[in-house]
């Protein structure tokens, strides 16, 4: 018997469920629920009546509805064949007159058709790999290539040609584990063990994302369906079903009701990361981290098995309205061999990981005494979604903020740097409210109606509580809220503004329109909530007249960052975005504050960007980064592609040697939770220690255990160059500002 087939025998015998051996039954195909045709007439009606466009749905609406939810199951191009677009066609042009039909009901069968059709196809390129990966005749010598990204590309013309880019998907995968795997030499023959492992790495992979797809429900279905109607008047108006609506609203209030544990999946099962101080969860002292969770029951009702199940699943199951009982199976992380039951009663819990904090950096100056300047970390501009604007009921940004400041003024910070990078938006109330913090009573935003009537809101309660020196930071994932914030500290020269290029070019205004007014049950058993529909319905402006939709905020100081130059991140990257445009300038008095110092500022800034190292890593990152985006395909020859990964390995451990061999930065820093800002004095500092030489981090930062709601963690700090550049911009405006002249720049 040859080598190769024994190697075979071997891994067959291994592999235990082998490709060999392992059933793939038949997709089971969704059928409509009772209520959708309801929900999907009454969505498209709301958005054709309501949106800022005021675009009818007709046939341009049904092309780009029709193609943006081929693209929600199969954006790469790789399921849906030829043959299946063309038994399809007709849907293409005729979507408007099936989803707005007679007696209010929508014709919603087009959504199951394709999404059917979507997983037979997906069920098909699982078995042939499958089949693939059993014989496990994989050659990477030659230099073929597979194109990495096929959005554009045209669709497989038969299964053959499908089979043959599932094939190359497949080899690319394999390939990948092959280079990551440090025990195998580059060309080496794999062993029998080497072999399996990869194999069931894949195969689990390949699983896992069969259940996904195998689990859905028809809300699922229908949730991506309207979604892609909603996409086709533009990229922020959504359908949410009952699932995403509850996750929008936790995301926007930073509360939710529950028990108060994080969850991860591994392996099939559903996993406690870690506890919410105070949460049911954490007070029973009944459930501990990695604990694992295999069935879910309602008060007294029978347990719901959850091994192998979607975690989103889980979570829906654990969640529930505050009072409830809930009950969990659990095998404890101490015991595996046992099960037990634990009963919680759900709570209000609240997110205080996501809610803002601050960082007081205290650094010596020359002159023997000491700077400190605050930097607050704003995630979201987070509001109860249900509040009604009630100043104290719940999570609000702006009043968490405002308590962050007080206390860095009470700490004597000669300036505060607003860390808005990653900020998606939020709340325009709490936008506003935000940016009384820093300037008089005056316009804020100007927002336009799709009647063309425009009206600024305004603070007029406007706290106004700081002066002092005053910087945003924002990258290209600052979004909506965020540069409604920028953009108005920037027209009024309150603030300077630093970071990417620009910011994101969210610009629009979305309202929430609840279906349930709207959508009677189709039956006396059809109970489910029909979910809420979010509308693009104004747009916003700066109070100089300019929109920030599509081109965003640019800021007063650009510094060099890899986002910058992403193709897909930004409004302009997204289909259907509405246009750029400008109205009338507002009544503003400007502050000035900025503009005078700004020039020096800008040209020490320079010097040190020219020089930094760190920037000289990011620049390495901006030109990798282009070159990835230029690159259409990936070679499936492990000589080249082991190449390149021992050159860019190479490249890692000499940047990891050299910031490794950096001294500990000669500061004191000290984490500020919303909980502290109301108590005197400072918490413990943060302890700072180097971290490993073959880390590629500063150091390591071992936070004190005296932060409410903050569980004691121990995090390995890279280098964030932006930020750092941005503090000593800081020290350099405070410099300025108290010389009243020009300054010698920080260098450090």
Request: aromatic share 6%; with cysteine; charged share 25%.
């Amino acid at each position: 018997m040859s080598h190769s087939k024994i190697s075979t025998v071997i891994l067959i015998t291994l592999l235990g469920f082998s490709a060999a051996l392992r059933a793939n039954p038949a997709p089971t195909p969704l059928t409509p629920g009772p209520n959708d045709g309801n929900i999907a007439y009454i969505t498209a009606r709301l958005l054709e009546e309501f949106h800022y466009t005021q675009r009818p749905f007709d046939t341009d609406t049904s092309k780009r509805f029709y193609d943006a939810y081929l693209n929600a199951f199969d954006p790469e191009h790789l399921y849906f064949l030829q043959s299946d677009l063309a038994e399809f066609s007709r849907y293409r042009t005729n979507l408007d007159v099936m989803t707005l039909g007679p007696h209010g009901r929508a014709d919603v069968s087009p959504a199951y058709k394709v999404f059917n059709r979507f997983k037979e196809r997906l069920h098909q390129r699982i078995a042939y790999s499958d089949e693939l990966l059993k014989h496990d005749n994989f050659k990477f010598t030659a230099d073929e290539q597979v194109r990495v990204n096929r959005k554009d590309a045209a669709y497989p013309k038969n299964l053959d040609d499908a089979k043959r880019l599932w094939r190359q998907e497949l080899m690319l995968d394999y390939l990948h584990e092959r280079l990551n795997n440090e025990t195998i030499a580059p060309g080496a023959q794999l062993s029998a063990t080497d072999r399996v492992q990869i194999v069931q790495t894949l195969q689990r992979r390949y699983d896992r994302e069969l259940r996904q797809f195998d689990e859905l429900e028809s809300s699922d279905v229908l949730q991506a369906y309207l979604d892609s109607l909603a996409h086709a008047y533009d990229p922020h108006s959504d359908y949410m079903n009952t699932e995403n609506a509850q996750t929008f609203s936790i995301n926007m209030s930073l509360a939710l009701c529950g028990i108060g544990a994080s969850l991860t999946s591994e392996d099939g099962y559903c996993k406690i990361d870690n506890l919410i101080p105070g949460g049911p969860a954490w007070k029973s002292g009944q459930l501990k981290p990695n604990d694992k969770i295999i069935a879910v029951a309602q008060g007294n009702d029978p347990f719901v098995d959850v091994v192998d199940t979607e975690l989103s699943r889980i979570v829906q199951l654990i969640r529930g309205t505050k009072g409830t009982q809930v009950r969990l199976t659990i095998i404890p992380a101490d015991d595996p061999k046992s099960h037990r039951v634990v009963s919680l009663v759900r709570d209000q819990i609240n997110i205080k990981d996501q809610q803002a904090k601050a960082m007081l950096i205290e650094k010596p100056a020359a002159n023997g005494t000491t700077n400190r300047i605050g930097v607050i970390d704003v995630p979201s501009f987070y509001a109860p979604v249900d509040s009604g604007g009630a100043p104290d009921s719940g999570n609000h940004v702006s009043a968490d903020v405002k308590k962050l400041v007080e206390k860095l003024m009470r700490e004597k910070a000669g300036g505060i740097i607003l860390d808005l990078r990653g900020n998606p938006g939020g709340s325009l109330e709490e936008a506003i409210q935000f940016v009384g913090l820093f300037v008089t009573n005056g316009p804020v935003v100007q927002i336009r109606s799709p009647e063309n009537d425009a009206a600024e809101d305004e603070n007029g309660r406007a706290p106004d509580i700081y002066h002092g020196p005053l910087i945003v930071l924002v990258n290209r994932l600052s979004a909506s809220a965020s540069e409604i914030v920028a953009a108005a500290l920037q027209d009024y020269g309150r603030a300077l503004i630093v970071g990417d290029t620009s910011t994101f070019g969210k610009g629009t205004v979305q309202n929430l329109d609840q279906l349930r007014p709207f959508v009677l049950p189709a039956s006396d058993s059809a109970t489910n909530d029909p979910g809420l529909v979010k509308i693009t319905i104004r747009k916003f402006y700066r109070i100089n007249g300019a929109s920030t939709q599509l081109k965003g905020v640019i800021p007063d100081i650009v510094l060099p960052d890899a986002l910058s130059y992403s193709h897909d991140i930004g409004e302009n990257s997204l289909p259907n975005a509405l246009s750029w445009d400008t109205i009338p300038a507002t009544n503003y008095v400007s502050l000035n504050d900025v503009q005078p110092y700004l020039p020096a500022l800008l040209r020490a800034s320079g010097a040190r960007v020219a020089t930094n190292q760190d920037f000289s890593y990011v620049r390495q990152g901006i030109a990798d980064l282009q070159r990835l985006q230029s690159e259409k395909t990936e070679t499936l020859s492990e000589q080249k592609a082991w190449d390149e990964k021992e050159k860019l390995e190479k490249e890692n451990k000499i940047r990891a040697k050299e910031i490794a061999s950096r001294p500990l930065p000669g500061i004191t820093m000290y984490e500020l939770t919303v909980a502290d800002s109301g108590k005197t004095g400072l918490p413990e500092p943060v302890k700072l220690m180097k971290a490993p030489a073959n880390s590629g981090d500063i150091y390591t930062a071992v936070f004190p255990t005296n932060s409410i709601n903050i569980v004691p963690l121990t995090n390995s700090v890279p280098p964030d160059a932006m930020l750092e550049e941005t503090e000593r911009i800081m020290h350099d405006y405070i410099s300025l500002e108290r010389a009243g002249g020009d300054i010698v720049a920080n260098h450090e």
